[in-house]
């Protein structure tokens, strides 16, 4: 790859923004005349992609060019080599962290209902079913706010603050004596954890190139699966060590408490060490920080804008792919919502004792963490990432089909059907990596990011709902919808991949029409993939 030089953008080679921006905001017909047009068969078209091209209304990532006319700045192959290693070192560690506390915390409960919660707490009939849902009602209705509160605020003290009250908030599980009350602090527990998967997002797709987004999203989920074998060691630990030695206070609050506080603290670290972006970046020399804003270029995003766009709103709305992200999150977390909260109950139901069942539980943690990483790599190493997510998907029906079709007696084959449904993260994390590489426009990516989280909650909310009392220990009803919800996903992400090339093809042919110009900067102008015909798709 050959060396390239960052440019400063006030260095106007193909049209004059200053010109374009004043007649914009004088006469809209004036802006036509200045902008370059594409000729289209017989006649001429404004080339749409231009229509908001407004320099003083850009990304952020021109700031930090400011005071730079003029200079350029190479950057060979090693150099970014190095830099991104340095991004990595700094930034994907805390990532890594605190996405697998965003996981243990939800899931702690699971630990808590075999080691006594459900009988302290009085919970009778579908209780459980419902603590397991509220956790999403919180996350649901605080959704949207908190993506235009990451899009506004700086995004990196937003999360942290985040971070730092769903830790104090897990906590308060422990204090608990009734349905009540372990309903509240469960909303609550959502409310504060709704900025952390569309922040990651953001983070993700600010400081990476396309082609290595698939990659580290795969990293930093795969610490879900982190969380799980930690989580599962940590929980046997402490009912193990309370049986033999007793404690002040039960075990199951000795869970929510440790993991609560130590969420807290790392939050504190976050707060501290995770810059909003990378104009802010406290590791990076000042000529770092313009090859790093440089290197993404690429991306036709840019790092961030703080205002809100009605008209990328109401194409966030009107974009088809917006809803196939919206039903893939829906149907997909149904299972999920199930599994999360009933895994060590099922567990339970194969023939384990409660204690086994914390340890048994673990090897899926492994099994998510192989798939993500690998699926991630594949993924962008060969420009699959759809495929490999399909691919998971199908593991994860296999899986299920063994847990439905074995006899219960069959106990390390159903656990094994259970170990291969944790590869059904991968469709999930394909999409959320497709969110931080196929959308484009802060204001877009942010409702994106929104609605797709919006319908995980909602499938969330309903796969508690499914593992009803009446059906254990089989759950019967259960596996067979977990079945058909893996496979609609499955060839669902088959469709959105057909969808994606023929797009590609036709801003390919775009282009190639006799007249069209590229906006000097036009990577920097806020645009969004379907305006900015520069845009080509990650598959």
Known sequence: ???????????????????????????????????PKATVGDGEVINEMLKHANPNDGDEALKAFQGHDGEEIVMTPEMEKKLLRKIDLNLMPILCVVYGLNYLDKTTLSYASIMGLKKSIHLEGDDYQWLGSLFYFGYLFWEYPTNRLLQRLPLAKWSGFNVIMWGLTLCCMAAVKDFAGAATVRFFLGVFESAVTPGFALFTSQWYTKKEQGTRTGVWFSFNGFAQILGGFVAYGISVGVKKHGAAIESWKI???????????????????????????????????????????????????????????????????????????????????????????????FGYTPDQSLLYGTPGGAVEVVALIVAGYLGDKFGCRLIMGSVGMLIATLGMLLIVCLPLSNNIGRLIGYYLTQASPTGFVALLSLLSSNVAGYTKKTTVAALYLIAYCVGNIIGPQVFRPKDAPRYLPAEITIVVCYSVCALELILILLYYMRLNKKNAAFRATPGYKKLDKQEFLDLTDMENKEFVYTL
Do not use: C
Request: glycine share 4%; hydrophobic share 50%.
């Open 1 to 35: 790859m050959p060396a390239f030089s960052v440019r400063s953008p006030h260095k106007i080679a193909e049209m004059d923004t200053e010109k374009i921006h004043d007649a914009s905001s004088e006469d809209p017909e004036k802006m036509t005349e200045l902008t």
């Open 255 to 349: 869970v929510f408490l440790t993991i609560g506080l130590v969420t807290a603290a790392v939050g504190v670290i976050f707060l501290w060490l995770m810059p909003d972006n990378q104009l802010n970046a406290w590791f990076l020399t000042p000529e770092e920080r313009l090859m790093a804003v440089e290197r993404i270029r690429r991306n036709q995003q840019g790092v961030g804008n703080k205002h809100f766009k009605m008209y990328q709103f109401k194409e966030a709305l009107l974009d088809p792919m917006t809803w196939a992200f919206v039903f893939f999150a829906l149907v997909a977390d149904i299972p999920n919502g199930g599994i999360s909260n009933f895994f060590s109950q099922l567990i339970v139901s």
